[in-house]
């Protein structure tokens, strides 16, 4: 099979090595199937021409787009299953393994047991269960049978065909305020999904539309996470003006708004970072798998913030707001 990549990462980080993957599968005796096989063996992970894939998630249509595949070697970078496996432990399935990831926190897993081997699956991490027992099935769904089949699914882009949103999605792309007011005020939430797997209010906050972010404040949009779209976009404003509009007594519970922090920390925004501690977030606060926001800093290779974290923990000013 030809598999058509902009970028592989064999040319990065060396061909694959099927002794280095053995060692690192979760399931005693696993084997990975051969259509996957091969194309470890081809690219060793990357990113492909085509990205985006489409499917139901509770009977309804969704979708994202590959971040990247991701590969085998021994490097420690956020690229690597090895990496994602010591991320993502306790998170999600045991007999998964992770195999690529989209831009939005969400991962693209394979089966390695039984009838669930081969096929594959979309971890929504929206969902994603309070409990760390990595038994948790309630975020995962099956989006093809195979590797092959998933692989030769994607696309270029979104498929055009009409749905319940899709007006109101097409209106955010094209920055039409006038429309998307009008279909808020007819009853249309921004915290529907689209089909690209998100919320409307999430993707104008992760893609910096500020005056239609704040727009879809005004009628309820789910502040949390558009909070954490704005950060994992780069968009320090919108995450300022999210931080504000959520209420600043609300960061006084550091359990509540960790995940915000972790964002923060894991996509290296170090004056999110800062405010979010300065409002109270305790950077002392474990994760419910056991660890701070220091050691998911560390794991991410995140200098600004793990700097700022040092600094603060000698009692020293963080970046300026």
Known sequence: MDFRMKKTYSDKFGQFDDGKIKKLLPVKRATL???????????NGGVPENAVFEFL????????????????????????????LDIYAGRIPKELLPIADDAFGNLILMGLKKRRRGKIYFWDHELESDESTGKYWGNVTQIAEDFSTFFQSLSPEFDDEPSEVDPFEEARKSGDI????????????PNQKTTKGSTIARRSAYEGQREIFEMFCDYGANLKDVLESAIRG????????????????????????????????????????????????????????GYTVRVHAMRHQSEKVLALIEC??????????
Request: charged share 25%.
């Open 33 to 43: 199937p051969e259509d996957y096989l091969s194309f470890l063996k081809q690219c």
């Open 234 to 289: 780069g968009h320090d404003d919108i995450a300022f003006f999210a931080i504000e509009a959520i209420g600043y007594e609300a960061f006084s519970d550091s359990q509540a708004m960790l995940g915000i922090l972790f964002a923060a920390a894991e996509c290296d925004r170090e004056k999110v970072f800062a405010k979010l501690v300065d409002l109270g977030v305790d950077i002392n606060t474990k994760h419910k798998l």
């Open 312 to 321: 603060l923990k000698a009692g020293g000013p963080g970046p300026p707001q």
């Open 57 to 84: 998630e509770n009977g309804k249509p969704s979708g994202s787009v590959i971040s990247c595949f991701l590969g085998v070697f021994e490097e420690r970078d956020t690229h690597s299953i090895g990496y994602a």
């Open 178 to 189: 006038t429309s998307l007011k009008k279909m808020l005020e007819e009853g249309f939430s």
